[in-house]
């Protein structure tokens, strides 16, 4: 698909092992297929939202219709970024950059899942250290948040290992039962000390108006 009216089509955060961009098409399909053939263990829930709950048919929907919804809803003072993760020429994930008003906060969140094939490899940090070069060094962020249940140790390690600081607790309503959150802050500084993956980004200037930058 062209990005000559969505330049977000053209942008690629690309790792040693990764490369990160905006689905459609095939891409997309294969995201939702990975969504659909599973990303947890389906005794436990660790996302605020539910999304993964009901059959691989509803899963693989849900992400597809998020997706497009983010392009749809997009506007320079709220955007989500959802971009797939591929690695050796295949989708495996997906990594979530949002925020509101970032021209005045200058502070983003990040989200992220991987299909439960690929977990336990090191994709779940490298994926992150690439939006988080995004953030930082292409649009000027202060800070970016993150978030995960106290008992998703995998992700809390993940935030760790790049330097983001305890940020409080959080409980929340999931499935009807009562869930804490744990919340992390990663500054700039704190980045630029743990910083350790080479990033490299294309196809950033023609998107930063987008961005509100």
């Known amino acids: 698909m062209s990005p000559q ?3 977000l089509y053209g942008l690629r955060i690309m790792t040693p092992h990764l490369e990160l961009r905006v689905p459609h098409g095939d891409v997309l399909d294969e995201l939702a297929a990975v969504a659909a053939a599973g990303v947890h263990d389906e005794a436990s829930m660790p996302f605020s939202v539910p999304w ?13 219709q998020h997706v497009l919804g983010t392009v749809a809803g997009w506007s320079p003072k709220a955007w989500t970024l959802s971009l797939a993760v591929r690695h050796e020429g295949r989708t495996v994930g997906r990594q979530d950059l949002a925020t509101t008003d970032f021209a005045v906060t200058r502070e983003g ?5 991987l ?3 690929h977990q336990g490899a090191g994709i779940g940090t490298e994926m992150r250290a690439a939006v988080l070069h995004l953030a930082f060094d292409g649009l000027g962020a202060r800070y970016v948040t ?21 940020d409080g607790l959080t ?12 919340r992390l802050r990663l500054s700039r500084g704190d980045w ?19 961005f509100g930058i």
């Open 5 to 7: 009216f969505w330049p």
């Open 52 to 64: 993964t709950e009901g059959s691989p048919e509803a899963r693989g929907l849900a992400t597809f």
């Open 109 to 113: 969140e990040t989200g992220s899942w």
């Open 115 to 117: 299909g439960r094939e």
């Open 146 to 166: 993150s978030a995960a249940m106290t008992d998703n140790p995998a992700s809390l390690r993940v935030s760790q290992k790049l330097g983001y600081q305890e």
């Open 171 to 182: 409980v929340i309503s999931v499935q009807g039962r009562a869930r804490t959150l744990r």
């Open 192 to 210: 630029e000390t743990h910083r350790t993956v080479p990033v490299e980004t294309t196809g950033l200037a023609p998107c930063r108006e987008l």
